[in-house]
Structures are given as C-alpha cells and as structure tokens.
C-alpha cells in the first residue's frame, strides 16, 4: 500500500498466544513481508503467551497505554475490546488499502464476529468448525451406522447409547458413546450451537436481556446433563481424571466411538491413532429448530496504542491475502483460512480423512455456523455467570437445567440491566 517508507527502520511489537509450531506459519509471512519491502524494520515478537495470562495481561497493558503494534485476537474477545477502545477501527484502512478478496471471499460468519457496531476491529485468519471424529472399528462391530447430517438428536442420543460399552462387566464404562460434548469450565459458544438447534438462545436481539430461561434452551442444556448423569453416554469429568488421559486421547486409544472436536484435531488423529483402527469426521446432529454447526476463529488486531499502526495493517494484508503463501498456511496449521478459496489446503491430500474433512467443516460447518451474539459485557458474562451455574450441571453438584438455567437467567438480566 505504500503507506510506510520502505527504508523505515521502526521496531514492530508483535504479540499472541500461538507458540512454537503453531505460529512458524504465521512468523514465515512475516519473514517474507519485512524482508522484502521492509528489511530494516525489526520485529519484537513476544508470541506464545499463556492463553489465559493473554487475556489478563493485554487488557492491562493496552489500557496503560502500552505501545504493542499488532495483537491476536478472538471472537470472544473482539467486542470487549472494541468497546473499551483497546482495538483500533479498521474501517479507513479498508477503504483506503483494500484486502484482495475482501469481504466477499472470506466466510461471512468470520467476518461478523470480529465486526462490532458495523465497523471492523479485527481481520480474521480463520475459522474452527466443530464436527464428529468417529471410530468405524466400533460402529461396524456393534452393527450401526455412523450419524450423518440429518440425524436427529434423538437418534444420535440412541446411538451414543448403544455404543457405550462394559465390556468386561465389572461395572466400569471401557468405551463411551461420546466425548467432549460437555467440558467442565467451557465457554458458552461450546454449547450454543445445541441451544440453537433446540430452538433456543441467550439473550434478546439488543443483547440487553437474558432469554435463556425458554423451554427449548433449558431442553438443551438438560439433554447435555442427561449425556452425563442420565444415559452414561459421555464420560464425566471424574471419569477423565481417572483415566489418566484428556478425551482426545481416550478417543485415539479406543475407548469413545464419537469424540467431538474441532477441524484441526484432524492432523492430531491421523498421527495419534495411525492404524489402530478406521476412523473419519462426520457431521453434528440436527435439532427440531434446524441444523446449526458450532464455528469460532481468531484474527489479528491492531491495538489503539500502536506505534505503527500503518506497518501493522499492511503486515495483516500481506499475511491474509497473499496467495503465495495462503495455503502453505493452512497446510502448516491443519486449519481452514478465513478465505474459503483455500480451503482444499487444509487436509493433505493423502490423508484418509481428506474429502470427509472438506464436506463436514468447510462446507456443512461454514455454511450452518454460528456464534454466539457477543456483546461488551460477554467477557465477564461467561465467567461470572455462565460458568459458574454451568459447571454446576457437568458436575453434578446440580441435576436439574431449569434450576441451573433459571439463576443463570436472573444473574444475566442483573448484569445486562434487563
């Protein structure tokens, strides 16, 4: 864009979360932008931040002024941000040095959840569609089929009972129907997308009052619990903890049929589970309100206290649209970039999973994601509210959603003012 003298020697802060071999795809961008129209302009880079410390320290640093040049961000986080005047408006930058592409090439989802106000504080880089990892050995032998896009709640809730298994019958679960639908101190977008398909929400359409306490987003929330401490389909957070392994492992050793997760578990898989067994991805279920898919995805920002904000945004440019090194980007991170025309980069073509991978997450998963309505006070919303009376119910300390959900309501409404 020319907006920068080419023989700037600026020092330029570059901060994230994304650590060694999840931010080299990013860092070989940056190599290649700095070295050939900026060579003399040093990077400070302080990548590979604790997730949660990330979150903790940048507001405070960013509030005391601090002079960091470009910023991860996510879209939990943009409207926060975007509110307390941390994130810079990119709006002028947009028009005066367009993104090739831009908005139309790049998933609309993404671009709408780093959008706040209808100004833009953050360009996306990509989106994380949640799916179904399911082990075929186990299907086959117990003679079901695997779910597919249309099966309804009620038939996955069959099968992931059917596939839950004793089999030494010394009262122990050794395989479960599904994992990782239900995690103790997950955020609220892990189960919206079954709020949804229920028919439900969260708030009203000015995020301004809580809608939470309905019939059809207390029926979702109880049909997790019911996974947990009904059918015995999914194991609990005791039940992990004893196994000595995270649910992404107890999937790869054999002992979950379906395992939930998102699209860049997928390298994870083909590398943990070899050839131990046949497995593949399929889509999440539909509910009685339609089929909604769970998506998130990050971006890069440009805080308000940048130095060199101008050096910043042709970084991000340079590193999202480029296509000489678009889809060496998604091969590297095994993940979907926020322009679905690399989308195919994705999942080596080699790999088994490959044309599942494509159709369950970067077209049934962009096409039916959903976020949930992020508004300023979302932050402090999901801790203070959402998982405090949520984890009541994934550990059991609670039974009942409705009772859950209806002090999550009134607590919601006391915060928002509604």
């Known amino acids: 864009c020319g907006m920068v003298d080419g023989d700037s020697s600026a020092a330029i802060t570059i901060t994230g979360w994304e650590g060694p071999g999840e931010v080299d795809k990013f860092l070989l961008a940056f190599d290649e932008f700095f070295g050939e129209y900026y060579p003399n302009v040093e990077q400070i880079l302080n990548t590979g931040v604790n997730w949660g410390d990330y979150w903790t320290t940048l507001p405070a640093q960013l509030a005391g002024g601090a002079e960091i040049d470009m910023a991860w961000m996510h879209d939990t986080r943009n409207d926060t941000f975007a509110a307390n005047g941390w994130a810079l408006n990119l709006d002028s930058y947009l028009e005066a040095c367009p993104i090739p592409g831009w908005p139309e090439k790049f998933v609309k989802s993404q671009v709408d959840a780093f959008n706040y106000q ?7 880089y990509d989106l994380a569609p ?74 009203n359409e000015e995020n301004t009052a809580s809608v939470m306490n309905s019939a059809e987003t207390t029926a979702a929330l109880q049909w997790m619990a019911d996974l947990l401490w009904d059918s ?37 898989m083909w590398e943990l589970v070899g050839d131990s067994f046949n497995w593949t991805v399929v889509p999440t279920p539909t509910g009685p309100a339609g089929r909604y898919n ?38 590297m991170g095994a993940a979907l970039t926020s322009q679905s025309d690399f ?76």
């Open 118 to 124: 209808g100004s833009q504080y953050a360009i996306p």
């Open 130 to 203: 949640g799916g179904l990892y399911v082990n075929l050995d186990i299907f086959e032998e117990a003679g079901l089929e695997p779910p597919g896009e249309h099966t309804s709640f009620e038939e996955f809730t069959e099968l992931a009972i059917a596939l839950t298994q004793d089999n030494d019958d010394d009262g122990d679960t050794d395989v479960w129907g599904i994992s990782n639908l239900v995690s103790v101190g997950r955020g609220a977008g892990g189960a919206y997308w079954i709020i949804k398909s229920f028919g439900g929400d969260l708030f």
């Open 232 to 268: 015995g389909a999914h194991p609990t957070a005791e039940n992990i903890a004893a196994s000595g392994f995270t649910t992404e492992f107890l999937f790869a050793n054999g002992n979950v049929a379906m395992h939930y997760a998102l699209n860049d578990a997928a390298s994870r």
């Open 294 to 331: 769970f998506i998130g995805g990050s971006a890069f920002s440009i805080p308000t206290s940048a130095a060199h904000p101008d050096l910043s945004y042709e970084l991000i440019r340079f590193t999202l649209a480029n296509p000489d090194h678009i889809c060496r980007t998604a091969a």
């Open 343 to 418: 989308h195919d980069c994705a999942a080596p073509d080699d790999a088994p999973y490959a044309d599942a991978y494509h159709e369950v997450f970067s077209v049934i998963g962009a096409r039916d994601g959903v976020h949930p309505p992020y508004h300023s006070k979302y932050l402090e919303w999901e801790s203070s509210v959402w998982v405090a009376n949520m984890d009541l119910l994934w550990t059991g300390e609670e039974r009942d959603a409705a009772v859950a959900v209806e002090r999550a309501h009134e607590q919601t409404n006391a915060l928002l003012g509604g």
